[in-house]
């Protein structure tokens, strides 16, 4: 028999305690070495990491001096494990140079800084924000063969892979985040290039134009086409919002310059983590300024439209629906919500059906 009450079996999650650069964190006991030395307020270069996905190790600008037990070692801290009591040294006159060395053999594969399309027309990329860090060269070696620019004529993705490292992050994104594979690794060492399915035509392969690969390239290899050389980075603005398409309601910041709507881009920070679909990515923006834009109620008559204002609109509305409803009874009308409006909405329309008309005939869009 049980005389006292037990205590539930909460099970407390292990803490570890790392110090980086002198300053002590606790950190989970499945964090990494690169949680560790963010949640201190530093910060390490990740060309080929994206939070989303498991860390693949392989450009080496996050390695890192630690000490675990007394022992020195360097490891790259997107893929090594943080372990209790572990000393962890971001910027050592060594690695800082090393960095820098890397960053200069990474430049020796693409074309000039100077000619970066995503810092002239968005923000500084990764890989440039890193060589301003630290100092790097882009001729400190000798180039390599220039890569091939692509212009497969898709409406959406300028693809210049003469400004592209291998870092494989739009492979990984598209195929372990996505789950579409529509691009991949072609050829070997330094001759390996991006490439799409069906004749290196992303229009021909399953490519969903989600943008996630333009996201998360960290050089301007893969950029927007339907904004590159429109904007520049300097004058852009972002205003962080929901994407007005669906009701799913994808984070979004808009791009404006000098007060004109540019285009958008995903936010990282919401629920979605970045996630938008092609017309999330691509097409939010433009219907807002479109022509055939529907900016004020429109009475039918004889055939064609004319401008109405919103009381004589309601008036007929409510005097027509209150007509039907009273000859020929409530189930005699149905009402349509919509996918693109918000939950409140959808939930006062369905209000409105049930106990304003009193029929139960109200359905959404998005089931058609
Ligand atoms: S746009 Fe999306 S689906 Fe198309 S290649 Fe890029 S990540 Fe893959
Ligand atoms: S295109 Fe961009 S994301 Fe893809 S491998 Fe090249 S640099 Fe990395
Ligand atoms: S970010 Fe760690 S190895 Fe590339």
């Not at 964090?31 to 693949?56: H, K, N």
């Not at 074309?111 to 002239?120: L, V, Y």
């Not at 994407?243 to 995903?266: A, F, K, R, S």
């Amino acid at each position: 028999m049980v005389t006292t009450q037990q205590k539930p079996k909460t099970p407390v999650a292990k803490q570890l305690n790392v110090q980086v650069n002198g300053i002590g964190v606790g950190c989970a006991a499945d964090a990494r070495v690169l949680d560790a030395i963010r949640t201190a307020g530093f910060d390490v270069p990740t060309l080929c990491y994206d939070e989303r996905l498991d860390p693949q190790g392989t450009c080496r600008m996050c390695l890192v001096d630690v000490t675990v037990d007394g022992k020195p070692a360097q490891v790259a801290a997107c893929t090594a494990f943080a372990s209790d009591g572990m000393a962890v040294e971001t910027h050592s006159d060594e690695i800082t140079e090393y960095r820098k060395t890397v960053l200069e053999m990474l430049l020796s594969e693409t074309s000039s800084p100077a000619n970066c399309p995503k810092c002239i027309s968005f923000k500084k990329c990764e890989l440039h924000e890193a060589v301003e860090e630290y100092g790097a060269k882009w001729d400190a070696f000798p180039p390599l063969v220039p890569r091939e620019k692509v212009d497969d004529g898709n409406p959406f993705i300028q693809r210049d892979y003469d400004l592209c490292i291998s870092c494989f992050r739009c492979t990984n994104i598209c195929n372990d985040w996505e789950q579409v594979g529509a691009i991949t690794v072609e050829g070997r060492g330094q001759e390996s290039t991006i490439a799409s399915f069906f004749e290196n035509d992303l229009m021909k392969s399953p490519c969903t134009f989600c943008g996630q690969c333009i996201n998360t390239c960290p050089t301007g290899a893969l950029t927007d086409k339907k904004i590159v050389g429109k904007t520049k980075a300097e004058k852009l603005e972002r205003t962080k919002t929901i994407c007005p398409y669906c009701g799913v309601g994808c984070g979004i910041h808009l791009l404006t310059q000098d007060g004109e709507l540019m285009g958008t881009e995903p936010d990282f920070d919401s629920p979605s983590r970045g996630s938008l679909c092609v017309k999330g990515q691509f097409a939010s923006w433009e219907f807002v300024k479109s022509e055939e834009r529907l900016k004020y109620p429109l009475i039918k008559e004889n055939g064609a439209f004319r401008r109405a204002s919103w009381d004589e609109a309601l008036d007929l509305v409510t005097s027509r629906l209150t007509a039907i409803r009273d000859e020929t009874g409530p189930d005699s009308i149905v009402c349509w919500s919509s996918a693109r409006t918000v939950t409140e909405a959808n939930y006062l329309m369905q209000k409105f059906t049930r106990i304003g008309i009193g029929t139960n005939n109200i359905d959404n869009c998005s089931r058609t």
